[in-house]
C-alpha cells in the first residue's frame, strides 16, 4: 500500500515548456487535491476533484489545468510554464471531501 | 474557516512530552481541529483531528478546552524524528481546502 505517489520527484523547466505532474493512490479514495508550497509559506489549493469527473478550481488555479483520469490518478498540466510557478507541488487524497487528507511526498519545480 | 495562531517555534529535549499550543478563538461550532507536521523536504503528514474531545492515537494526544478556543497536541515521548514544523488546522467540514500558515517549528534536541 503505498498510499498517494508523484512523478516526477524533481523538474527543471524553461519558461514556456510545458510538462504534465502526476499523481495517483491505492487507497480507493473519491476526492483528490493539488496544492503549491512556496518557500516559507503554507500550501495553497490549485484544484481538486471531489470525484471521479469532476474538478473545480482552488485558490490558485491561473496558469494549470487538471484531468481526473480515473479513480485513482489526477494529473496537473503546466501548459506554458513561467518563474512563478516555481514551487513544490503535493497531490494529496481523502475518502471524501470532508474526510482526512493524505498527502503524496512532493515535486520539486524549478522554471528558469 | 477561523484563523489559528502558534508560536512559530520550540525546543524540547529528546524522550520528554512536546506540547504544542494552538489558539483558535473565532472556531465555530462544527469546524474540527486538525494537526498535521512536515518534515524537511517531505510531504505533510496527517496527526490527529478532533471536535470537541480530547482524542489519542498512536503517534499524539490531542486537547482541546472546553469553549474551544484552543488546543494542545502533546507528543508524550519526543525523539529526533520528531523535528518538524506542526501546523494546527481548523476546517470547515464544507470546505475543500486545508489552510496551512506558518506552522510551529519544533526542534527536538538529544
Known amino acids: 500500500n503505498a498510499g498517494v505517489t508523484q512523478t516526477p520527484k524533481f523538474q527543471v523547466l524553461k519558461t514556456g515548456q510545458s510538462m504534465t505532474l502526476q499523481c495517483a493512490q491505492d487507497?480507493?479514495?473519491?476526492?483528490m487535491y493539488w496544492y503549491r508550497q512556496d518557500p516559507g509559506m503554507g500550501l495553497r489549493l490549485i484544484y481538486y476533484s471531489a470525484s471521479e469527473g469532476t474538478t473545480d478550481k482552488g485558490e490558485v488555479p491561473n496558469g494549470y489545468n487538471v484531468s481526473r483520469l480515473n479513480k485513482r490518478e489526477f494529473s496537473l498540466r503546466l501548459e506554458s510554464a513561467a518563474p512563478s510557478q516555481t514551487s513544490v507541488y503535493f497531490c494529496?487524497?481523502?475518502?471524501?471531501?470532508?474526510?482526512?487528507?493524505?498527502f503524496g511526498p512532493g515535486t520539486r519545480l524549478t522554471v528558469l | 474557516d477561523a484563523k489559528t495562531t502558534q508560536p512559530t517555534s520550540m525546543d524540547c529535549a529528546e524522550g520528554r512530552a512536546a506540547n504544542l499550543p494552538c489558539n483558535h478563538s473565532?472556531?465555530?461550532?462544527?469546524?474540527?481541529v486538525y494537526w498535521y507536521r512536515q518534515i524537511h523536504s517531505q510531504g505533510p503528514q496527517y496527526i490527529i483531528h478532533?471536535?470537541?474531545n480530547n482524542e489519542t492515537n498512536e503517534m499524539a494526544s490531542l486537547i482541546i478546552t472546553e469553549d474551544r478556543k484552543s488546543s494542545t497536541l502533546i507528543l508524550p515521548h519526543a525523539t529526533l524524528r520528531d523535528t518538524a514544523v506542526y501546523y494546527c488546522?481548523?476546517?470547515?467540514?464544507?470546505?475543500?481546502?486545508?489552510?496551512f500558515g506558518k506552522g510551529t517549528s519544533l526542534l527536538v534536541t538529544p
Open positions: 478532533g471536535l470537541k
Open positions: 473565532t472556531i465555530s461550532g462544527n469546524e474540527y
Open positions: 487507497m480507493n479514495h473519491n476526492s
Open positions: 494529496a487524497s481523502s475518502q471524501e471531501r470532508t474526510d482526512t487528507q493524505y
Open positions: 488546522i481548523v476546517r470547515n467540514p464544507s470546505g475543500y481546502a486545508l489552510n
